[in-house]
Every structure is written in structure tokens, then in C-alpha cells.
């Protein structure tokens, strides 16, 4: 699941105008933009790099920049977030090239009379970063009787569960420990990185008692009642 997208830019006149362009589109994703300023030719600092590592991707803004100026700085933030396995894309200014290891990366061209443009299509990208990773699911744990059980004995209760890919149910799907949430409502988990067609399994071990659940996709349920 995508929660924060690293915005590597610099922060002179240009990259702070292109930067805020691209935080208010990933805001608008639902997904919180990240940024780490650093001093030109200073090291990148464990402080970025923290903030680089609670991300689950980067954008790098490739930016004209003055006289003498390059953008080694973003090029550094960049190596180190594909260290991290990132997903990335460079949004590069016009008469700017980016050779070397990156070239064959995803790419954008900054066209600053139609940045709209360049906004739109950055957008889509984080559209299928979205879909690829998948979201987080909240599951309510039911019936009501081990919801219960589970809330009494939170500290003992195990909880697993099984996230199968739903274009290879043939691949052998270990268990995965999870905490439980004890909640007004009852007992809840949460699965990460839950795909549209996926399918999911819950297992329950209180109180000696084994409770398992069947493969579903995770479609929300709503029960009617005449009025």
C-alpha cells in the first residue's frame, strides 16, 4: 500500500513551483507527499534518509537550475530511494537528459507552458502504483461469539491470514501473524496490500478453539432491512 510519496526537488524558485504542483496531486490521491531539504553540496543526511524510507515511492523533479548548478542533489535521493526499492519516475526539464543507469526508468517531459499536461499523466502513474500495491483492508472479525472471545483474550489469541493473488491460485500461500484491534464495533484486523480480485483467509486460535474462515474476496456486504 502506497501511504507517502517522497517529492525530491530543489528549493529554488523553479523546484518549489513544480514541487507544489506535484504535493497537492498526490495529496489529492489520498496519499501524503514527503519532502527533505538539504544545503547545496551537503551529504544526504540520515534525517532525509529516514524520511525517504517511510515512503513507498519517488517522484524526482529534474529541474533547469542556474549557472554552475546541477541536479546531483535529486540524483542522490533518487539512488538511494531505488536502494529501497521504490517505485520511481523522473519529471525532467526541458534541454535536460538523464543518461546512465536511470535512462531506461519512467520518464516525463516538463512542458511548463502545459504543465497540466505533465500533472495528468504523473497522475495516472500514481494511479497504477496504487492498483500494483494494492490498499489496506479493515476486516471486522464475525460472528459476534468469537469477536468476543477474541476481546477478552486479546493478549492470547493468535491471528493469521492468507492473501491469494488472484491470477495464481495454484501458489502455495504461507500463514501471516497479525495483531488484533479491540474496537467498539468488535475485533479487527488489517490486511495491507489487498488487490482488487484478490482473495483472502482468516484464522482464529482462543480459548483452545480453532475458527477459520472461507476463501472470499473481500467485497463489502451491506444487508438490507424493509422500512
Known sequence: MIKSIFISHHFDEKGLELAESVKA???SHNIQPVTGRRLEGEVLS???????????????????????KNNQWVKDERAYADGKNHNIISLLDKGLYDEGMYSNNERLRIEWDALHKCILELSETIKKWKKKKGNNLKVLIQPEEISKKISKDSGNARIRYKVLDSN????????????????PGGA???IPGVKENDQIEINVQVDGETWTSPVINPIAMVKLEMI
Open 188 to 190: 479487527t484486523i488489517n
Open 25 to 27: 496531486l498526490v495529496s
Open 168 to 183: 495464481d491460485y495454484d501458489t502455495d500461500v504461507s500463514w501471516k501473524d497479525t495483531r488484533v484491534r479491540i474496537n
Open 46 to 68: 540520515n534525517g532525509v534518509k529516514s524520511r525517504i524510507d517511510n515512503c513507498q515511492a519517488t517522484i524526482v523533479l529534474l529541474t533547469n537550475r542556474e549557472e554552475g
